[in-house]
Nanobody, 117 residues
């Protein structure tokens, strides 16, 4: 397994979760890492990406609530999610790749995040 996501679960609205994605060194090094999500009946959408030089980009819907970060020593990317709402309910996927392709080359398995009202 090259991208292993974890940290999903059930949380009440207003709560927080932190997702983690452990990557193999060949996937993590020098690449842009990302988080996407897919809600039932909807297309997969970008949540956030972070470049190797720690430049970040967020979807408007999560700005000021979510924070993406990376730890090069651990080959791990994180997504800190605060002030969660039921609209954040989705399967969250970790990804890796180029900044120009929004980290869309490599994909991990998803982790379910459910926010109850």
């Amino acid at each position: 397994v090259q991208l292993q996501a974890s940290g999903g679960g059930l949380v009440q609205a207003g709560g927080s979760l932190r997702l983690s994605c452990a990557a193999s060194g060949s996937i993590f090094g020098g690449k842009t890492m990302g988080w996407y999500r897919q809600a039932p009946g909807k297309q997969r959408e970008l949540v956030a990406i972070i470049s190797a030089s720690v430049v970040t980009k967020y979807a408007d819907s999560v700005k000021d609530r979510f924070t993406i970060s990376r730890d090069s020593a651990k080959n791990t990317v994180y997504l800190q999610m605060n002030s969660l709402t039921p609209e954040d309910t989705a399967v969250y996927y970790c990804s890796a790749g180029l900044w120009t392709t929004r980290a869309g080359e490599y994909w991990g398995q998803g982790t379910q995040v459910t926010v109850s009202s």
